[in-house]
C-alpha cells in the first residue's frame, strides 16, 4: 500500500497564512458593510458608557468603552435600578408572559402545574433585536418614580438618625435618577428589526441592537411568574480609535455620592449604529464645567 505523504513545512506554512488573510478579509468586510449606512446614531455621556482600558489610555495604547443600559421597572422595591453594567443581564418587567409568547417562546404549561420548574428549565434562550431608548419616557416614569417614593414617617420614639437617613435615600434615589444613572433604556424586544424600526422611527432616541432573551419561573412574593430575562447584547466592548483618545484619556467614572451641581457630562460620544446593528464612535468630546 502506498503511503499518503505528508504536508511539508511550506505548504503548512502558507496554509496558515492564506487562513488568516482570509479571516482578516471577512472580519474587515464585515465592518465595512455594517458602516456602508447608519442605521441610528446616539449621543451618549459617561452615565451610557463606562471605561475600560486596553492599555495604559495614551495616544498609542487602546481603550474601549462598556455601554450601561437598564430596563424600566414597574415596582422599585423589586429589582432596583435595572442596570446592566458592563454587559451583565437584567430581568425586564416588561417581558411578561404575554410579551414572551409574542417572541415565540413556550408557555403553554401554567405556573402552578406539577414538574413545571422542569420544563421550563428546557427553554432555549432566543436571539433576537432588542430596542434601547435614551432619555426617553422610560427615564421620565423612572424619574416620576423616585420623586413618588413614600417617605417613612418620624414615628414617636424613634431616634433622629434615622428619620434623617430616610429623607436622605429618597433624595438620594430623585439625584441619582436625574444626574448619574444611566438614561438607556431596554423597551422591547422582536425577530423583525424593520417591524420594530417601523415602530420606534426615531433614530436619534431609538438604537436597535442584537441581543438574546431567555424565560425564567420567578417566584417573585410567593407566587410562580413567568418572566423574561434579557441575558445581555451583542456589544461586547466598543473600541475607541485613537484620534479620539486624547479627548476621553481623562474621563472619570460617575460618582454616586457627589452632589447634584457637581454632576456634568464630562464627555459625549455620538455612537452610530450600523447595518449589522453593531456600533462605532464617530465622535467624542470632552466636555467642560
Sequence with gaps: MMKMKKPGF???????????????????????????????????????????????????????LNLNWRVPQSD???????MSIYGRGVAASWLNKTKLAELGFD???????????????KTHTKYLFIVLELDGPARMAMLEQAKNMPIPACRPGRIR???????????????????????????????????????????????IVRGQVRLVLS??????????????LSIKNINVPKEFI????????????LKPAQHVAHYEVTLAFGKNHEPWIVSAKRVEK
Excluded at 511550506?10 to 496554509?15: A, M, P
Excluded at 435615600?169 to 422582536?190: C, I, K, M
Excluded at 486624547?246 to 455620592?257: F, T
Design 10 to 64: 511550506k505548504f503548512t506554512l502558507l496554509s496558515g497564512l492564506f487562513l488568516i488573510v482570509l479571516v482578516n478579509a471577512l472580519a474587515l468586510a464585515l465592518v465595512v458593510y455594517n458602516r456602508s449606512a447608519k442605521e441610528s446614531e446616539l449621543i451618549l455621556t459617561e452615565r451610557e458608557l463606562a471605561k475600560t482600558y486596553t492599555g495604559n489610555a495614551n495616544e498609542s495604547s487602546g481603550m474601549e
Design 76 to 82: 422599585e422595591t423589586e429589582m432596583g435600578y435595572g
Design 107 to 121: 408557555v403553554s404549561m401554567p405556573e402552578t402545574s406539577a414538574g413545571v420548574d422542569r420544563y421550563y428549565e
Design 161 to 207: 438618625i434615622e428619620c434623617k437617613q430616610s429623607r436622605d435615600t429618597h433624595s438620594n434615589r430623585v439625584r441619582q435618577e436625574e444626574y448619574v444613572l444611566s438614561r438607556l433604556f431596554a423597551v422591547d424586544a422582536g425577530p423583525d428589526d424593520a417591524a420594530l424600526r417601523a415602530r420606534y422611527p426615531e433614530k436619534s432616541k431609538y438604537a
Design 219 to 232: 417566584r417573585t412574593k410567593g407566587e410562580p411568574t413567568l418572566a423574561g430575562y434579557i441575558v445581555g
Design 246 to 257: 486624547g479627548d476621553l484619556k481623562e474621563i472619570r467614572p460617575m460618582n454616586y455620592s
